[in-house]
């Protein structure tokens, strides 16, 4: 399957998220309940965390949680040199960063493009759908997946499914593999379970994208690995965040 993708038909994302309120005590009350309720679930059996405790994980779970980042990479051959551009949209008002995100994809077409994320399938791609949908907006067409056979949405591509081999049981972090292969860890200044307090506590917007850029690249990398492609030199990122 690699061998017939070009490295210029892919989009690379990826996503940040946080709870959607700052706090667990500022939770809603039936919020704060049906959190409860999650929380009940989802704690180990050698932990004894409580609710509060365990709500700065809210983000990873899109009933709680909201998306305040999505950045997207692509490859471009210009001037004889392959170059990786890298944009993202992001913000506090969801429905916007989502709509800038649906803007830019509007060139996306699942017959000639694919969609690339690490853990995407279990992770960035229904999430995006999810907040779409709480947000009263039109799922666009690559992403209503609903009912579609596996093989008709192998436009989304997955570099853990792709290291997993058909092995279901195992989870490999973007941050080991990318230990493993050689590339620069994109977790040299905050990690994913940072970004709850790096966005509602430190309010630094500005890391967490910065963050997620280098997720992307780290993501480019990976599936250049897979191809057995030398990696895009740095000087050959480009950032398009703001411009």
Same mark, same amino acid.
Request: hydrophobic letters at 40%; one cysteine or more; a negative charge.
């Given at each position: ?12 994302? &990826?996503?940040?998220?946080?709870? *959607? ?11 704060? /309940? @049906?959190?409860?309720?999650? +929380?009940s ?6 932990? +004894? ?5 365990? $709500? ?9 949680? /909201?998306?305040?980042?999505? #950045? ?6 210009e001037?004889? /040199? ?5 944009? #993202? ?5 969801e429905?916007?960063?989502? *709509? ?15 969609l ?10 229904? $999430? ?11 799922l ?12 008709? #949405? ?6 853990? *499914? @792709? ?5 279901i ?17 994109? /977790?040299? &200044? ?5 970004v ?13 994208? *910065? ?13 250049m ?19």
């Amino acid at each position: 399957m690699l061998d017939k993708i070009s490295l210029e038909n892919i989009f690379f994302i &990826d996503i940040e998220t946080v709870p *959607q309120y700052p706090s667990y005590a500022e939770l809603p009350d039936n919020f704060r /309940k @049906l959190w409860d309720n999650k +929380a009940s679930r989802i704690k180990t059996n050698d932990t +004894a965390e409580t609710p509060q405790e365990l $709500y700065p994980r809210a983000g990873i779970y899109s009933e709680f949680g /909201k998306i305040v980042c999505i #950045s997207m990479g692509f490859f471009r051959q210009e001037n004889g /040199k392959l170059t990786f551009r890298v944009k #993202s949209v992001f913000g506090e008002d969801e429905k916007k960063v989502l *709509q800038d995100y649906n803007d830019i994809m509007k060139i996306f077409n699942p017959a000639n493009h694919f969609l690339c994320a690490h853990n995407g399938k279990e992770f960035d791609f229904p $999430y995006i759908a999810r907040r779409m949908i709480i947000n009263s907006m039109k799922l666009p067409g690559y992403l209503d997946i609903a009912g579609k056979k596996p093989w008709e #949405s192998d436009y989304l591509v997955d570099t853990m *499914q @792709l290291w997993r081999f058909g092995d279901i049981k195992n989870y490999t972090s973007l941050e080991l593999l990318c230990a493993v292969m050689g590339i620069p860890t994109p /977790k040299d &200044d905050i990690e994913g379970s940072d970004v709850w307090h790096v966005y509602w506590k430190d309010h630094a917007l500005t890391r967490i994208v *910065q963050y997620c850029e280098k997720d992307v690249l780290a993501i480019s990398r990976l599936f250049m690995k897979f191809k057995n492609m030398e990696f895009v030199a740095d000087e050959n990122v480009i950032s398009l965040t703001g411009k």
